[in-house]
Every structure is written in C-alpha cells, then in structure tokens.
C-alpha cells in the first residue's frame, strides 16, 4: 500500500511512499533487537560522541530538514527553522547527558547497595504530526543515550522529516538497527509496537484517546509507557498584570503553529476589573499576526494540517466569534485566527481544539480563577500573568499543569522536564528526568563481609 503525502498549504502530493504493515514491523523490531547488545556496550563515552556528531549533522543540514518540515506540516518556515535548532540542542543535550545518568551508593549494614541505570532494550516511538521531528527527538535522545536502540512510528500525515533523521543516523556512524523508522498506520505499525513482546516500552505523543489504547494494549506485556496527551491550558491574566504585554504576547501562546500545539494557552481567563480592556488588546495584537504562504520569511500562523482535521476545528465555533481574522483563500487548509467569549463548561473551553481558536472567559478572584482553572480534564501547561510574585507563586501551586510560566507563555525547554497532569498524561520528557523514562533503577548489594 502506498501513502500520499500532501502539502498542507497547497493541498499537492509531495510524495508517495511505501506503507509498512505487521509484517515489517515485526522486522524492524528484530532488527533493534539484534542491534541492543551492540548499542548497549559502546561506552558512554562514545555513545555520546555519536549522539554530538548526529547532533552536528542535524545542525549542518538545518535549513533542508526545516524546509522539509515547513512543506510537509505547512509550519512557516521561521518556526521551522527553530524546531530544527531545538531538535539538534536535544541530541547535543542527551550526548552530554550520557556520562552523567548517576546511580548513588546507599550504605546497608554488612556491605554497600549501589543502584545503576540500565536500558530497557528496544524502544516503540509513536509521535504525532504537530511538531514531527522535535516530538520525536526529545524521545530519541534519552532513549539512545540510555543504550535502548529505538523503532519510530511517525504519523502517517508527516514521516518525511524523520525519514532523513534515519539516514543522519547512519551517516553519524550510529550503526545500522539502532534506529529504525517505519512508515505505515497508527491502527497496524502503532497498535504492533505496542502489543510486541520484544518492545520493553512505548514513548507516546499524540490524542488522549489513543493515549487510553496504549495503556490498555501495553497491559498485555506490562510495557513501560510514558503518554504526553492533549491539553486545554489557561492562560490566567490577573487585573495587576502589564495588561500590554500579556495582549501582545497571548496570540502567539495559542495560534502558533495554527493552534496544533499542546501547550497552546487556549482558554484565556481575565479577571473582570480588566476584561474588557484586555479584550481589545487581544484582538488587537491578534491582528497582527500574518497568517500565509509558510514558505514567506515573515509568516506567522500557516494552515492547519488536512481538511479533515479543518472540519474538526471549525464544529467548535458555532456563531459570530468576537473576532475573526483574515486566511488565505483557495487551495490549503486555511482557518482564520479565531476569539469567542465562552464559559468554562461551553465546549470550546473543555475539549482541544487544536486550532487556531480562543476562548476568553471572565473569573472575578484569585480562588475563582483557580477554580476554573483546574476544571479540566487535561493538566499539561499553562500561563500567569501577575506582578505580585507571592500570588504568582501561590497560584503556580495551586495549578494541577506540569509546566507552568509565570509572566512568559513559554513552556518548553531542553534542560527542564516536559509532561501532564491527570489526562494529559504522565512521564517526563527532556531535561534530566527524561533519561529515567528509558531507563530501569538496578539495585545491587555487595558484601563487605569475608
Ligand atoms: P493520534 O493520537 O491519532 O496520533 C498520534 C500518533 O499515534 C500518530 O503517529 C498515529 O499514527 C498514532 N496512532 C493512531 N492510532 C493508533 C493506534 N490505534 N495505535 C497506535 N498508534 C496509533 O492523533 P491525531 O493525529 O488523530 O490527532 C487527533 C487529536 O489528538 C488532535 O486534534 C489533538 O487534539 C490531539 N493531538 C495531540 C497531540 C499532542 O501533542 N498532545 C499531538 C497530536 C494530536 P497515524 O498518524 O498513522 O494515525
């Protein structure tokens, strides 16, 4: 079976490519199964050597895999541009992490217990098509600094970046079977990866509902899993915060990447003192964003990435939205950046959208923005705006979000852990914490005794 990849901007094939079924998968998996021992007993030392040259390889050919990826989701090729940076950062990040994953020596009576970090073995990667490429590297770089030798599922819609990431790997001197990509279904390749008895675990992003299928499917073989899901972060503005700059800057916070980012800040809370004047800062600041051709330097917000999911955002906005924006019209999936006033129980404020859609909702306090806040399912990443550091401080506990800004709506970096709460899932990914993802604590006693 062959699949048609398309140009989201443009609707145009841009490739077609072989599908894997049950078969290859089957495949691959022996393949990183034969690799592991191999892959497992290079030293740290040169394991991280190999990870900085993919690293290097990856920054050498920036500009060709950013292009790819800009072509392949419709991402402007600025943003591009930046994932790709990121996506060399992790491998230079993870290559110097490898020598430093420390087990600790514990005393125990007669002897010392000294705890090691050891490779699960063969790791199934499934990422989403949002963000193809950085998604997968920050599975990638624990995973292989760890010593597991990886197969990655990419979605179906964008597998082109990660297609070039496997021949980087070789050219890096990785050796064959470490990491494998395969091309084909989430319902065939995912659903084998998961139910595989050779796989030891699944690193998972993508939609809460598949989330749910890998946690029951990976029960069959008690599989490790780590689910980094959906989410409906609140971006809280409090009367005394600079009302100006978190107008200016909360546009970006939920229509980057055309709202297809699971961080996005989607439901923007306003104290009332101040709602309206923020209000019209928003959609002031909103009407500035260029949304375009992603191939233009200067473009912000592209399309979204096929007409299917296009019907899906648009079902969220029933009637006339406080503001609409402008989009391209004719070929591509386009969708104008898009405000509603909503309540926290309309269903624009409790489902992801993953669009380039807002929904702004009035909260009178401090506990009634908490409250609402946290009346959600999902707990992946959110944002306050305040200068009083002590409610910023009582509020960021208060927040059931794994990765919260305070007076920034940034939420993702290298060296810092990256994960949810409740049903965006459980896991960390990047920083430190994301080597313990691919690794098992070893526990071994020696006597002193004799
Ligand atoms: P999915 O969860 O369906 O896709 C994510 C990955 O899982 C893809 O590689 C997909 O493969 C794979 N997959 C799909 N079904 C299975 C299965 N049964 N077993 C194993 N793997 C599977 O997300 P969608 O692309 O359908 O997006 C739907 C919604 O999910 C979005 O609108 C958004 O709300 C949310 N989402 C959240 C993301 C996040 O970053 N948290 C990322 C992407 C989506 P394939 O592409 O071949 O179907």
Redo the contacts with the bound molecule.
Sequence with gaps: MTLTVLNPATEEPIAELEQAGVEETDEAVARANEAYPGWRAVSPTDRGTLLRRLATLVEEHGEEIAQIESRNVGKPIAGARGEIGMVAQVFHFYAGAVDKHYGQTIPAAAGVAATFREPLGVVGL?????FPLNIASWKLGPALACGNTVVL?????TPLSALRLAELVLEAGIPEGVVNVLVG???VV??RL?EHPDVAKIGF???T??GR??MRGAAGTIKRVTL????KSANVIFEDADLERAAASAPYAVFDNAGQD?CARSRILVQKSVYDRFLDAFIAATKGVKVGEPADESTEVGPLISAQ?RE?VASFVDGEPVFRGEAPGGRGFWFPCTIVEATNDDRVARE?V?GPVAAVIPFEDEADAVRIANDTPFGLSGSIWTRDGARALRVARALDTGVLSVNSNSSVRVQTPFGGFKQSGFGRELGMQGLDGYSEVKTVFISTEG
């Design positions: 499934i990422v989403p098509w949002n599922k990419p979605a179906e819609l279904k989430g319902s995912g659903q998961i992003t993508g939609s509902e598949v299928l890998v980094e899901l959906g989410g699971c999911h899906t992801e993953f």
